[in-house]
């Protein structure tokens, strides 16, 4: 892999399928989860991006829909929100998988954890998710309320684990199975999806990268493991790169 390992879409942008987190990957990760800065044209530069792509770029996040366009207004992109629960296809089909009883539950439940020192629950509306970013000593008191609470509800639903973050989500939805759908429709089919994340969300994107000849990054230091193929430190690094292959003129 090169030093740069988007430089093969440079020269063959057409070749290639794009797929992007957003927190710890196209931002950086704040303290609390409304907390993040966009950078100054970063929605502009994902535009450029997706024309040079002939519109083969995708954002695949933890996030939901309806923030992720806020955030990245006025662009809408091909979306897997959610894990992959919600998605929005590039000719703008946008489905959301029904959500499991129990959220009600989950949300009295939880409603404890609202405003005590260190811990943020975020309620994304069809998942729900305790950040302790700001307590890590209480990293074993977050994930055991969330076992439990995970446990009483079923196996409709499950836990994700991500950095500083326990989130309780409906089951079955995975990065790695939304790139695939994609993959399966214009303007993706036919091309070597190239997927770019940090957190162990991500992971189950890199083998579809892998295995359909595609290229796999994480955002993250070399010695960490991981099924990607290369690393890139940061993502102010990340986002350089991004740079370079929207305004590379053939």
């Known amino acids: 892999m090169p030093e740069n390992p988007l430089s093969p879409l440079l020269n063959a942008p057409d070749d290639y399928a794009l797929f ?25 530069l994902l535009a450029h ?6 519109g083969a770029l ?21 979306l897997a929100a959610l894990h992959g629960f919600q ?43 305790l950040h302790y970013r700001n ?34 989500r409906p ?14 429709s214009a303007p993706f089919a036919g091309r070597k999806p190239v997927t770019i994340g940090d957190d162990i969300t991500d992971e189950t994107m890199f083998p579809v990268a892998n295995e359909m000849g595609g290229i796999s990054i994480r955002i993250a230091p070399p010695d960490q493991p991981t099924a990607a193929q290369a690393h890139l430190p940061d993502t102010a690094t990340l986002r350089n790169s991004l740079k370079r292959v929207a305004q590379w003129d053939v």
Request: glycine letters at 12%.
């Open 135 to 168: 307590a890590p000593e209480r990293q074993q008191e977050v994930e055991t309320t969330m076992r439990d609470l995970a446990s009483n509800l079923g196996p409709a639903w499950e836990l994700q684990f991500g950095k500083m973050v326990v989130e309780m």
């Open 49 to 54: 991006l997706s024309k040079r792509l002939g």
């Open 58 to 78: 995708a954002l695949v996040t933890g996030r939901e829909g309806t923030w992720v366009d806020r955030t990245f207004a006025p662009q809408k992109f091909p």
């Open 20 to 44: 992007l987190d957003i927190d710890g990957c196209l931002i950086d990760l704040a303290d609390t989860p409304d907390g993040i800065t966009i950078p100054e044209g970063l929605p502009a």
């Open 87 to 129: 998605m929005r296809q590039a000719d703008g089909t946008f489905g959301t998988a029904p959500v499991p009883d129990g959220l009600d539950h989950a949300r009295a439940h939880l409603a404890s954890f609202a405003g005590q020192q260190g811990v943020t629950l975020e309620d994304k509306g069809t998942a729900i998710a």
């Open 171 to 184: 089951a079955g939805a995975t990065k790695g199975a939304a790139v695939r759908s994609f993959m399966e």
